[in-house]
């Protein structure tokens, strides 16, 4: 059973931190680009970043260039998006999804195993 579980989402100030973690079970992360995505309250779900099977490339949206940074452990199964100097415009829902392609030239479509999600709030 395909199985992705995103963790590490909570409640941060304004120019804070937080590290998500994108977990795989039941299939080997290394086969897989692997997204990040958001979806705010009232907004469109957004592909925030990507990286290869091999972590050789990535790709981030504009909105978190130089403040997120995408990074695989293939032999832990593990997927790490790191948030740094985040706004409050970055609370959102984030979840990750793999492809069964090995880049990301197709990001953000062509997803094919998402995870539920976790909650990342910024706020003062």
């Known amino acids: 059973q395909f199985e992705l579980v995103e963790s590490g989402g909570g409640l941060v100030q304004p120019g804070g931190s937080l590290r998500l973690s994108c977990a795989a079970s039941?299939?080997?992360?290394?086969?897989?680009?692997i997204g990040w995505f958001r979806q705010a309250p009232g907004k469109e779900r957004e592909g925030v970043s990507c990286i290869s099977s091999r972590g050789g490339s990535t790709k981030y949206a504009d909105s978190v260039k130089g403040r997120f940074t995408i990074s695989r452990d293939n032999a832990k199964n593990t997927v790490i998006l790191q948030m740094n100097s985040l706004k409050p415009e970055d609370t959102a829902v984030y979840y990750c999804?793999?492809?069964?392609?090995?880049?990301?030239?197709?990001?953000?479509?062509?997803?094919?195993?998402w995870g539920k999600g976790t909650l990342v709030t910024v706020s003062s």
């Open positions: 039941g299939f080997t992360l290394a086969n897989y680009a």
């Open positions: 999804a793999a492809t069964r392609y090995y880049y990301c030239s197709g990001f953000p479509y062509n997803m094919d195993y």
